[in-house]
Nanobody
Framework: QVQLVESGGGLVQAGGSLRLSCVGS????????MGWFRQAPGKEHEFVAA???????YYEDSVKGRFTISRADAKNTVYLQMYSLKPEDTAVYYC?????????????????WGQGTQVTVSS
């Protein structure tokens, strides 16, 4: 059974940084597309970033230049380094894994999800 566990969320002031981690178990994720989504209160899930097994990366426009996604396949781990955080980045952040190819921006591409970690950015 595949499990994804996120960590690293917390409360930070605007302009601060956080690094989220997502550790996968139950399967090797080296060939998967790994992604991060977020959901703010009262809003839909939003794509944040994704990384393919080949190393190709994708970012939502509002986080480009501030967030960096990376992966350590030997550790079955994907990271989201977040800099220059803004109050509008406040959300629950979810890690996701796709076992099949597809559009990295779409939630429907991903078939495994973590439980989420809260990120709160104060102004």
């Amino acid at each position: 059974q595949v499990q994804l566990v996120e960590s690293g969320g917390g409360l930070v002031q605007a302009g601060g940084s956080l690094r989220l981690s997502c550790v996968g178990s139950g399967r090797t994720f080296s060939s998967y597309v790994m992604g991060w989504f977020r959901q703010a209160p009262g809003k839909e899930h939003e794509f944040v970033a994704a990384i393919r097994w080949s190393g190709g990366t994708y970012y939502e426009d509002s986080v480009k230049g501030r967030f960096t996604i990376s992966r350590a396949d030997a550790k079955n781990t994907v990271y989201l380094q977040m800099y220059s955080l803004k109050p509008e980045d406040t959300a629950v952040y979810y890690c996701a894994a796709a076992t099949r190819d597809g559009n990295a921006y779409y939630r429907s591409t991903y078939d495994h999800w973590g439980q989420g970690t809260q990120v709160t950015v104060s102004s």
